[in-house]
């Protein structure tokens, strides 16, 4: 088995950065599995009320996932994953997939998976960067993923054959037998220390609403410090009153500094909301601003101790300070 075939079954799990730990390695078989727990003190800049929840402990993030290769061929390997998410007291399997994967064209998977919209993003914060390109849904039970990565150019593309089907994720439980698909596309490239890439989105029928968006993102290494910065659009079209629109325009910059052990990370977003008649999905029309800044302390290489402060102005809402401090233990 090689190991750029393992990588690429990698890629197409959610939460999968971690190495993993080898279960079993022989016979053209490799299964692995991988984990991570995350707990923070958190008090948040707004919840969705419009007012900031009192500080206390959030679970933010708990995942196992389990990944198998199987080598047919040479070249051409089965591959398959089974996920499961922990969000406060509930446990819900969020991947369930197979697929192939061959050396030279990349890796296809069939099933519960995330689309690739979900990898968007370049924020270094934690919980109190504000979000950016709301993409509605990005993960489905009827998924078609396709990846291909050559190390210098890469690409990615979804679609969700039933995405309104009632399946327990966000969008999807209010709209049993309705027939809404996704789509979304990333194409990207890297040159040294530069990686530059973009993200377009189309959906139908998401709580009621149509989407179209776009975001393109762009990061920069140099030794110790990294940069990125982001620009995207999003257009909500009442699918039922398709006179009714919401259209956001987003931006993030940010960078970071490592110092051994320590990182220090400090961003800006940008978020322009416009509503024509009703609106659609979002029905408020605002200009907010948010800062956020963190500092990461690496304990060992599967660990990590973390605290962020963050801070919003809306026009037309009202924020408070947030702040946090974390742990993560991964393997």
Same mark, same amino acid.
């Given at each position: 088995?090689?190991k750029t075939?393992?990588?690429?079954?990698?890629?197409t799990?959610?939460?999968?950065?971690?190495?993993?730990?080898?279960?079993?390695?022989?016979?053209?078989?490799n299964?692995?599995?991988?984990g991570?727990?995350?707990?923070q003190?958190?008090?948040t800049i707004?919840n969705?009320?419009?007012?900031?929840?009192?500080?206390?402990?959030?679970?933010?993030?708990?995942?196992?996932?389990?990944?198998?290769?199987?080598?047919?061929?040479?070249?051409?390997?089965?591959?398959?994953g089974?996920?499961?998410a922990?969000?406060?007291t509930?446990?819900t399997?969020?991947?369930?997939?197979?697929g192939?994967?061959n050396?030279d064209?990349?890796t296809?998977?069939f099933?519960?998976?995330?689309?690739?919209?979900?990898d968007?993003?370049?924020?270094k914060?934690?919980?109190?960067?504000?979000?950016?390109?709301?993409?509605?849904?990005t993960?489905?039970?009827?998924?078609i993923?396709?990846?291909f990565?050559?190390?210098?150019?890469?690409?990615g593309a979804?679609h969700d054959l039933d995405?309104?089907?009632?399946?327990?994720?966000?969008?999807?439980?209010?709209?049993?037998?309705?027939?809404?698909t996704?789509?979304?596309?990333r194409?990207?490239?890297?040159f040294?220390d530069?990686?530059?890439?973009?993200?377009?989105?189309?959906?139908e029928?998401?709580?009621?609403?149509?989407?179209d968006a776009?975001?393109?993102?762009?990061?920069y290494v140099?030794?110790?410090?990294? &940069? #990125?910065?982001s =620009?995207?659009?999003?257009?909500?079209?009442?699918?039922?009153?398709? /006179?009714? +629109?919401?259209?956001v @325009? !987003?931006f993030?910059i940010?960078?970071?500094?490592?110092?051994?052990?320590n990182? &220090? #990370?400090?961003? =800006?977003?940008r978020?322009?909301?416009?509503v024509?008649?009703?609106? /659609?999905y +979002?029905t408020?029309? @605002? !200009?907010v601003?948010?800062?956020?800044a963190?500092v990461?302390?690496?304990?060992h290489?599967?660990?990590?101790?973390?605290a962020?402060l963050?801070?919003a102005?809306?026009d037309n809402?009202?924020?408070?300070?947030?702040?946090?401090a974390?742990?993560?233990?991964?393997?």
């Amino acid at each position: 088995m090689k190991k750029t075939l393992v990588a690429l079954a990698v890629l197409t799990a959610a939460g999968s950065a971690n190495a993993g730990i080898d279960l079993y390695n022989d016979n053209g078989v490799n299964v692995t599995l991988s984990g991570a727990a995350e707990v923070q003190y958190l008090q948040t800049i707004q919840n969705s009320d419009g007012k900031s929840d009192d500080a206390g402990l959030h679970l933010d993030d708990g995942d196992i996932q389990l990944n198998t290769t199987v080598a047919v061929t040479d070249k051409l390997n089965a591959v398959a994953g089974i996920g499961f998410a922990f969000e406060k007291t509930d446990v819900t399997n969020d991947e369930l997939w197979v697929g192939l994967a061959n050396d030279d064209f990349g890796t296809v998977t069939f099933g519960r998976q995330m689309y690739i919209s979900d990898d968007m993003g370049i924020g270094k914060d934690y919980e109190l960067g504000l979000e950016q390109v709301d993409f509605v849904k990005t993960e489905g039970n009827e998924a078609i993923k396709y990846v291909f990565d050559n190390g210098t150019f890469y690409f990615g593309a979804t679609h969700d054959l039933d995405a309104a089907k009632a399946d327990g994720t966000a969008g999807g439980t209010d709209f049993l037998g309705a027939d809404g698909t996704v789509t979304d596309v990333r194409l990207g490239a890297r040159f040294a220390d530069f990686d530059v890439r973009g993200y377009y989105y189309t959906a139908e029928d998401l709580s009621n609403t149509d989407v179209d968006a776009f975001n393109l993102e762009a990061e920069y290494v140099m030794d110790a410090f990294a &940069f #990125a910065a982001s =620009y995207g659009q999003v257009e909500y079209t009442d699918s039922t009153a398709s /006179a009714d +629109k919401t259209d956001v @325009d !987003v931006f993030e910059i940010n960078g970071s500094y490592t110092l051994g052990k320590n990182t &220090f #990370a400090l961003g =800006y977003n940008r978020a322009d909301a416009s509503v024509k008649n009703n609106g /659609a999905y +979002k029905t408020t029309e @605002d !200009v907010v601003d948010n800062v956020y800044a963190n500092v990461t302390h690496q304990l060992h290489s599967n660990v990590k101790v973390y605290a962020e402060l963050g801070y919003a102005d809306g026009d037309n809402t009202d924020y408070d300070m947030g702040y946090l401090a974390g742990m993560e233990v991964k393997f």
